[in-house]
């Protein structure tokens, strides 16, 4: 036979586990209350303490000086990238393939550029002379 728990250990036991709730309701608020300071110090660009429009103001022009960035450089790789001859041949191909596929009714003007851009690159690869030694 199994003794049964006195009375005062239940409650010691109600104690613990009403003492625990509260510690983890405490970590939770306090885990809530870190995440929002988080979220306002990095989403207040001002700093004047709230997110408002002039923080979206703000978020805009850093996006549009980001993305002027990124263009300009990928206009200064398109622009050494065209000076290749692989690149020449390929735009080439790309653009008899259009439009030989045009009137090609399964083919289509997309597919047709692909297949003529990879017969371009094809043609520079044989005609490439091997380089010096």
Known sequence: MTKKPSSTAG???KSAAASSGQAVRRMAGAAQTAGK???LRVSDLNSDGQVDNED???AGGKARRAASKVAEGAGTLARAAAKHDMVKDAAAGAAIGAAVGIPVPVIGP???AAIGAVVGVA????SAKPPKT
């Open 110 to 112: 997309a597919a047709g």
């Open 37 to 39: 300071k988080a979220a």
């Open 56 to 58: 979206a103001k703000i």
């Open 11 to 13: 409650a010691r036991i």
């Open 123 to 126: 043609k520079n690869m044989r």
